[in-house]
């Protein structure tokens, strides 16, 4: 129904700017809520943030408020992670969702999410 495609993150250095992209395919017209989740090996998946896609409102964990920020081109139908000022803990796989309904932008929850990106690998290099 609706597919994400992530292009690769790559290895970066601390400190250095990275972005993030995330292409929807079929029926994007439902996705009204759509998030980055990252999971580092043997950790849970976490909530990075979320985004309204009507409205274009967001809402970000603790952890990465400040340097990450979320966006999209409705036209291009892709979502963006921008990421600053890389730290060593941002290193995990990184995945963006979509939610057919709005609430699921109402808390930071994966299991809220049902269309998934195929993950891309994020490594950075202290």
């Known amino acids: 129904q609706v597919q994400l495609v992530e292009p690769g993150g790559g290895s970066v250095q601390a400190g250095g700017p990275l972005r993030l992209s995330c292409a929807a395919t079929?029926?994007?017209?439902?996705?009204?809520?759509m998030g980055w989740f990252r999971q580092a090996p043997g950790n849970a998946r976490e909530g990075v943030g979320v985004?309204?896609?009507?409205?274009?409102?967001?809402t970000y964990a603790d952890s990465v408020r400040g340097r990450f920020t979320i966006s999209q081109d409705n036209a291009k139908n892709t979502l963006y992670l921008q990421i600053n000022s890389l730290h060593s803990e941002d290193t995990a796989m990184y995945y963006c969702?979509?939610?057919?309904?709005?609430?699921?932008?109402?808390?930071?929850?994966?299991?809220?999410?049902?269309?998934w990106g195929q993950g891309t690998q994020v490594t950075v290099s202290s």
């Open positions: 079929g029926y994007t017209w439902s996705t009204f809520c």
């Open positions: 969702a979509a939610a057919t309904y709005r609430d699921a932008c109402s808390r930071l929850e994966a299991s809220r999410f049902h269309f």
């Open positions: 985004i309204y896609t009507g409205e274009g409102s967001t």
